[in-house]
């Protein structure tokens, strides 16, 4: 297996805090990963090591093989990088910011004018090619740091929340220029606080907090992994409360407490579904609460229903049975599943373990 990106026990240090925490995390080759975090988790710390911008404190990191401190040169050959912040000359035009890039890599003439023109024809900037940087929206100016950050056909491209206060479309023309890159055989690192973005572009998922790595696995697994803790855990408290319920206990004090804790856990591992429901009554609402796996129904002047359903695999099916029987019309029915947001909330929303160093 080839990885465009291995670090080993990578840490940065600004005095006594620690921005990036012995980070180990590999991106396969010609994939795109996600980096994610909440603000100051350290991405763009991590992203300034992985490109040479500045040193690590201790660990090292190799990108596409070659070592970030023993290759310095090697390893910026290789990568295109479009900024958090944009930085661009705000008083040279489109064309010369990007010729300024080709020069830097010392590109010919003629295949620099060529791939500049193709770039800005890619992301469709070329109208504006003679135009002042500082003349230029924000979504142009990205566009601009796009075709400068690709002029050298770097095999890697980091991406630092490319899309971030960008209109729908523009951001729509950046997800299918970084899919066509990534199918074309770069490998792809971006940085985004767009799950939605993550989600449909990303094969891996990593994310970050307090410097450290606290997740990593394919968007979907992450989603998995929600689901699948909440099954296994909970439903095992689940059956030791049911027959406790059959025998004397359900009559203490302290069963009816747990009864209590485990209706919660039910209702935090349930699913969503929304259905509208033509002349939906008192009479159907109290019928659907009769069906043993619907925890909760909210009812909506629209005539829409949401859904607290426990996780199990007929629960949808036995509702809109129920619905049917009474001879009512479903108009529409929606489910929700985990997202990547919820995995997001839950993974960074751990404290980090202090960690007791030697000598300390
Ligand atoms: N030059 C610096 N000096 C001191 N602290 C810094 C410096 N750069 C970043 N930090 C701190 O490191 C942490 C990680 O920052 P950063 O990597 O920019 O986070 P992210 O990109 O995930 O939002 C933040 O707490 C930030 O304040
Ligand atoms: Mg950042």
Same mark, same amino acid.
């Given at each position: 297996?080839?990885?465009?990106?291995?670090?080993? +026990?990578?840490?940065?240090?600004?005095?006594?805090?620690?921005a990036v925490d012995a980070l180990?995390?590999?991106?396969?080759?010609?994939? %795109?990963?996600?980096?994610?975090?909440? @603000?100051? &988790?350290?991405?763009?710390? /991590?992203?300034?090591?992985?490109?040479?911008?500045?040193?690590? /404190?201790s660990g090292t990191a190799h990108?596409?093989?070659? +070592?970030?401190?023993?290759?310095?040169? =090697?390893?910026?050959?290789?990568?295109?990088?479009?900024?958090?912040?944009?930085?661009?000359?705000?008083?040279?035009?489109?064309?010369?910011? &990007?010729?300024?890039?080709?020069?830097?890599?010392?590109?010919?003439?003629?295949?620099?004018?060529?791939?500049?023109?193709?770039?800005?024809?890619?992301?469709?900037?070329?109208?504006? =090619?003679?135009?002042? *940087?500082?003349?230029?929206?924000?979504?142009?100016?990205?566009?601009?740091?796009?075709? $400068?950050?690709? *002029?050298? #056909?770097?095999? !890697?491209?980091?991406?630092?929340?490319? /899309? %971030?206060?960008? +209109?729908?479309?523009?951001?729509?023309?950046?997800?299918?220029?970084?899919?066509?890159? @990534?199918?074309?055989?770069?490998?792809?690192?971006?940085?985004?606080?767009?799950?939605?973005?993550?989600?449909?572009?990303?094969?891996?998922?990593?994310?970050?907090?307090?410097?450290?790595?606290? $997740?990593?696995?394919?968007? #979907?697994?992450?989603?998995?992994? %929600?689901? =699948?803790?909440?099954?296994?855990?909970?439903?095992?408290?689940?059956?030791?409360?049911?027959?406790? =319920?059959?025998? +004397? $206990?359900?009559?203490?004090?302290?069963?009816c407490k747990l009864r209590e &804790?485990?209706?919660?856990?039910?209702?935090?591992? $349930?699913?969503?579904?929304?259905?509208?429901?033509?002349?939906?009554?008192?009479?159907?609402?109290?019928?659907?609460?009769?069906?043993?796996?619907?925890?909760?129904?909210?009812?909506?002047?629209?005539?829409?229903? /949401?859904?607290?359903?426990?996780?199990?695999?007929?629960?949808?099916?036995?509702?809109?049975?129920?619905?049917?029987?009474?001879?009512? @019309? !479903?108009?529409? !029915?929606?489910?929700?599943?985990?997202?990547?947001?919820?995995?997001?909330?839950?993974?960074?929303?751990?404290?980090?373990?202090?960690?007791?160093?030697?000598?300390?």
């Open positions: 297996m080839k990885y465009a990106i291995e670090t080993f +026990d990578l840490s940065k240090r600004y005095g006594d805090f620690t180990d995390l590999k991106v396969k080759d010609k994939t %795109i990963f996600g980096f994610l975090g909440p @603000n100051g &988790a350290g991405k763009t710390t /991590t992203i300034k090591m992985l490109t040479c911008l500045i040193p690590p /404190t990108v596409t093989g070659y +070592d970030v401190i023993k290759n310095p040169n =090697e390893v910026r050959q290789k990568i295109g990088m479009v900024p958090q912040l944009v930085s661009l000359y705000a008083d040279l035009t489109v064309r010369e910011n &990007a010729e300024l890039c080709a020069d830097y890599y010392g590109m010919p003439t003629d295949l620099k004018e060529r791939r500049i023109d193709e770039l800005m024809e890619l992301v469709d900037i070329k109208y504006a =090619e003679k135009k002042l *940087v500082k003349q230029l929206s924000g979504g142009q100016k990205q566009k601009v740091s796009v075709v $400068a950050s690709l *002029v050298h #056909q770097p095999e !890697i491209l980091f991406l630092d929340e490319p /899309t %971030i206060g960008l +209109d729908p479309t523009t951001k729509s023309v950046l997800w299918d220029l970084i899919d066509e890159l @990534n199918q074309k055989g770069h490998t792809i690192i971006l940085c985004s606080h767009d799950m939605y973005e993550v989600d449909m572009l990303c094969d891996h998922v990593g994310i970050i907090n307090h410097g450290k790595l606290a $997740a990593y696995d394919t968007p #979907q697994g992450l989603k998995d992994t %929600i689901l =699948e803790q909440k099954n296994t855990i909970e439903s095992n408290v689940g059956e030791i409360v049911r027959k406790m =319920e059959e025998s +004397d $206990a359900s009559t203490h004090p302290s069963f &804790a485990v209706n919660e856990s039910e209702m935090d591992k $349930a699913r969503e579904m929304s259905l509208i429901v033509d002349n939906s009554d008192n009479k159907l609402i109290d019928r659907l609460f009769q069906i043993p796996c619907v925890l909760d129904i909210e009812t909506h002047r629209s005539g829409r229903l /949401t859904f607290k359903l426990a996780n199990t695999e007929t629960a949808i099916t036995q509702v809109i049975s129920a619905i049917m029987e009474t001879g009512s @019309n !479903i108009n529409s !029915i929606s489910t929700k599943d985990p997202s990547l947001e919820d995995v997001f909330i839950k993974v960074t929303a751990k404290k980090p373990k202090k960690v007791e160093k030697e000598g300390e």
